[in-house]
C-alpha cells in the first residue's frame, strides 16, 4: 500500500516551453500532496505544499506564477513549469501524506527528471 | 531555522562492515525523524521512522538511534552488502500543521565488493 507515481518519469523540453508533471496516489487519498526539487549532488528541497481543493502554499523564494500546483482532487496533484529555462532542469519528486496512517508520515513518487534545452 | 546536516558525505567501506551515518540537526523541537535511502535518479524509500519520543528503531540490518536533546541521529547498517550502495538522507519533521521534511545533506554510500 501508500503507492506514489509520477507521470513522466523524464521529459526534455525546448526553452520558454512549459511542462507539466503529474503526481498520483494510487491507493490511498491524499489531502496533502509535497512537492521537492532535487538538483544534482544535492539534496531535497521542498517547493511547495498543496492541499486538496486549496490554493498551494509556497516556500520563499519559490516563484508561485512559474511553478503552477493545482490538487484538484485527493489522488491527484500537478505542477506545471511555465517558460521553463534551462537552469529549470531538475529531478522533481512529489509526496503525498496519507491521514490516515500514523505519524504523518510522507510517501515519496520516483521522481521527474526535467531537462531544458 | 532548522538545518539538518549529515556527515560525512560520502564513505566507501569494503562488503561485510558495519557502518554508522550521523545526523544531526540545529532545532531540537521535531516531531520525529525519518531515513531514507535514494538510488540514482530515483525516488526515495523510507527506511526507518523515529518518532521523538523514541530512542531507536530497528529493522533489519538498521538501526537507528535519536537523541533528541543533542540533535543527533545516526543510522547504524550491519554486515554491509553492495546492494547497500545508494545516497542516505535523514529528514526531520516538525511539529503542528506544517507537517514540512526538511532533508539533511546526504550521505553517498558505496560498499564494494
Known amino acids: 500500500g501508500a503507492v506514489v507515481s509520477q507521470h513522466p518519469s523524464w521529459v526534455i523540453c525546448k526553452s520558454g516551453t512549459s511542462v507539466k508533471i503529474e503526481c498520483r496516489s494510487l491507493?490511498?487519498?491524499?489531502?496533502?500532496m509535497f512537492w521537492y526539487r532535487q538538483f544534482p549532488k544535492q539534496s531535497l528541497m521542498l517547493m511547495a505544499t498543496s492541499n486538496e481543493g486549496s490554493k498551494a502554499t509556497y516556500e520563499q523564494g519559490v516563484e508561485k506564477d512559474k511553478f503552477l500546483i493545482n490538487h484538484a482532487s485527493l489522488t491527484l496533484s500537478t505542477l506545471t513549469v511555465t517558460s521553463a529555462h534551462p537552469e529549470d532542469s531538475s529531478f522533481y519528486i512529489c509526496s503525498a501524506r496519507d491521514p490516515y496512517r500514523q505519524a504523518h508520515e510522507q510517501y515519496f513518487g520516483p521522481g521527474t527528471r526535467l531537462t531544458v534545452t | 531555522k532548522q538545518e539538518v546536516t549529515q556527515i560525512p558525505a560520502a564513505l566507501s567501506v569494503p562488503e561485510g562492515e558495519n557502518l554508522v551515518l550521523n545526523c544531526s540537526f540545529t532545532?531540537?523541537?521535531?516531531?520525529?525523524l525519518q531515513w531514507f535511502r535514494q538510488d540514482p535518479g530515483k525516488g526515495l524509500t523510507s527506511l526507518l521512522l523515529?518518532?521523538?519520543?523514541?530512542r531507536e528503531q530497528t529493522s533489519g540490518r538498521l538501526n537507528a538511534s535519536l537523541d533528541k536533546s543533542s540533535g543527533r541521529s545516526t543510522l547504524y547498517i550491519a554486515a554491509s552488502q553492495p546492494g547497500d550502495s545508494a545516497t542516505y538522507l535523514c529528514?526531520?519533521?516538525?511539529?503542528?500543521?506544517?507537517?514540512?521534511?526538511?532533508f539533511g545533506t546526504g550521505t553517498l554510500l558505496a560498499v564494494q565488493p
Open positions: 491507493d490511498f487519498q491524499a489531502t496533502t
Open positions: 532545532d531540537s523541537a521535531i516531531y520525529n
Open positions: 523515529i518518532q521523538s519520543s523514541q
Open positions: 529528514a526531520v519533521r516538525k511539529g503542528g500543521a506544517t507537517n514540512k521534511l526538511i
